[in-house]
């Protein structure tokens, strides 16, 4: 019986020998129907298709189009937390601290509306006395509050807009509406280089290497957890010049 140990071996590393190859070839094998989706939807200028799983498009007149490629590495997943609940807290707070300044502003200036006035007249700079003095810091002071109130609603709105954009389109089910600034979760990232032959505008084929940015939303809420699709949010061409650039 032991002398049977070393053929089972070799013949065990001859089918690990031959496996490795094909699994060597299923990499990507996951990102290869979006890839080829995204390239295909890219070509024809379908943008309809291409709002429904991609925030970036390589355009055929200015870039060209994809003929064929190859996935070669598809990285490791990164995962870092969504702050959507936070951040759409501070959206609303910001807002009513602006309408509860605006609220004391207006009642400020009905109680005092000649004086406002002949304030808002003479400026922020002037040297006025007594009461008007009095009326001057306080209108001046609302309104650089009013400013700042107005910038930070702003900010609050970016930030909310630029993390649940690419949310809202992994997880997007038109047969149910989701409110994604009710969840938690994470926002999980994956970085393929893709070998392609790109035919240029002037009908020229030459090889390019891109980096593909993929991205999909893991939701956590008193629902239920919700699994988002991968969202294609970065294109790269390798070849490109530092600071160029692309989609």
């Known amino acids: 019986m032991d002398r049977l140990r070393p053929r089972v071996s070799v013949l065990l590393a001859a089918s690990l020998t031959t496996l490795i190859p094909l699994f060597a070839g299923c990499s990507g094998a996951a990102e290869q129907p979006i890839l080829n989706q995204f390239f295909t939807a890219s070509r024809l200028r379908d943008n309809t298709t291409l709002d429904g799983f ?74 006025l006395k007594g009461g008007d ?65 790109l035919r240029q505008p002037n009908g020229e084929t030459s090889p390019h290497t891109y980096m593909i940015t993929m991205q999909r939303a893991l939701l956590k809420g008193e629902k239920g957890d919700i699994i988002g699709r991968w969202v294609i949010t970065s294109l790269k061409d390798a070849a490109a010049p530092a600071g160029t650039k692309t989609s």
């Open 54 to 127: 991609s925030m970036v498009a390589l355009d055929p007149q200015k870039q060209g189009t994809v003929t064929s490629f190859s996935i070669t590495n598809v990285s490791a997943e990164q995962r870092k937390p969504l702050t959507l609940r936070s951040l759409a807290k501070a959206h609303d707070d910001a807002k009513a601290e602006d309408t509860a300044l605006n609220t004391r502003r207006e009642t400020f200036q009905q109680a005092n509306d000649e004086a406002v006035q002949r304030v808002v007249k003479a400026g922020r700079t002037a040297k």
């Open 133 to 197: 003095a009095d009326v001057q810091a306080s209108w001046f002071k609302m309104l650089d509050e009013g400013i700042e109130l107005s910038r930070k609603v702003a900010d609050a709105r970016r930030k909310l807009a630029t993390e649940s954009a690419m949310v809202k389109m992994s997880v997007a089910d038109p047969r149910n509406p989701i409110d994604v600034a009710k969840y938690d979760g994470e926002l999980v990232s994956k970085e393929v280089t893709v070998n392609a032959t």
